[in-house]
């Protein structure tokens, strides 16, 4: 019987893991770099961060074969278990976000205010890279899948995480920003379109020599390959990862006239948030569908998601559902972020 | 003739767990049990298959050992190779550092075995041994794999795969008693281990290993009940 053990539901865990380490890094860049023009956005981004940090482990406690021992990763952790260091981090990068976010809403105006969310960003930084690297290195360390056995992989894990935080960053920005009647600060966009272009210039250059060095491997190895980057991976990788999620914006964001219409930066960011969701998709999906029929005979087989059962579409689309009310909680119950805004007016 | 033979060989299966118990007293203070196949005794009966699952209670469809088939040459000059494979029980093994909750490790004996009662089953070592050797169990919701069938083992007898091997393809035994079958196997015949390049030191030998693995394109068709189908290489 051949199946993927790993299957839609690990796919969405690295997606909100990585999104919520990129809104974090976008929050606290006016803190730590100065960059006070996004300061715009700059509470949004940090709801947005929490809230995704929150769903982010559903899927994956949904996943295990034991959910009811999902604690065992926090009471008997493995130093050696790259996935071991999920625990750990997960619950420091929650603590930091969301004593940064009461510090925001209701310290404002103490003396320590700064100095304080200062450290908790130099900290979060440094948490929320790891946190998602950690999980490329999952991948990036099981020498059995000769899709995910590179060092590249938990580096473009750390770049398309910055790159799908600051897209969903942008995307909400205009999104809650037209709802709720406010002035789209240009100013800010063209920061938040630098750093989405630079980052996600060196995500495709990083991807694309992966995948260019994979055409040089062994035949053996190519050829299950090449099977599934032209056929299982036809549309997901070379349509949607590399062209709809990469080239395209790449093209588009090199322009500032790109942001002087929020729909088009809304559009690049919606085609960018598929693109990494793809990335995501490719890699582990991906690298389950060689799988080996006897010692160096390698064969592919193919992976169709459900509507229904686990993974199905309707358990992806309740998580995403869990996700935009923990968000719009967020936004009611912390509502500082449209306080700041009034205030930079 | 018949009955006679058939009483014998019953005799035969009663005797041989007091055998081995009795030689594993006498011989081992310290065990480190490793398995031998001989490829060129194996024939593709698939008796240690059936009986690991019917011993272990293996779900359907899923497998702690199983036989592969290699089909090699053109009609009509066409031979079969059969590859029995299993957890090898490796030294090094991919699939003990990456357990996140430490549900699975190395004993002492050699054997890599699983912690039931604190796998979480999120299946990183399925993922990560290079072997395929681990399944996920959708029955009790924790990885499962060979483990020499440890409670045979603990009262004295081989693994179930071993003593239904009608061909005495599986040797099994204490590779630190000079006087064991696996250490003679061992010491007089060449022997191989599945790829070795991966460095996870399997501890399961093979004899007769290159005409299963040495197979270039075209050159053979795979059956593998684990896969299902027939695959070309």
Redesign the interface.
Known sequence: ??EI??GSLITVYPFFSGIAAGAYIVSILPVLFKREELKEFSLLALLIAWATLITAPIPLVF?????W??G??F????S?????L?GYLWIIFLIISTTTIIIYNWFSNTAWFRSTVTALSVIGIVISILFSGYVGF?FG?????ELWYTPIVPISFVLSAIVSGAALVGLLYILIWRISRLRIDIQALNSLRKIIWWTLLLDVVFVSSEFIVKTYHP??VWRPLSELFFRHLGLSYLGIQLIIGGIIPLIVLLFKKSISSPSIMSLMSILILAGVFAYRWNLIIGG?LV???????Y?T?SYVVGLLGEGGILWITSIFLVWAFLLSLALVIFPRWKVEVKLHD | MVELAESRFIKLQEELPRLFNRWIEKKSANPRWVMVIDLTRCVGCYSCQASCKMENGVPYEYFRTHVEVIERGTYPNVRRVFLPRLCNHCDNPSCVPVCPVGATYKREDGIVVVDYERCIGCGYCVQACPYGARYSNPETGTVDKCDYCLHKLSDGEVPACVSNCMGGARIFGDVNDPESPVSKVLSSKAVATLKPETGNDPRVYYVGLEEATKIGPGEAIVINPKVGGVIRT
Do not use: C, D
């Open positions: 019987m051949t053990l790993w996943h295990l074969g034991s959910p021992r999902a065992n990763i009471i008997f952790p493995q050696t278990s790259p996935m071991a999920f999952i360390s099981t020498k059995s899948k035949a053996a389950q799988i080996e029929a006897s010692p160096y005979v064969t087989i």
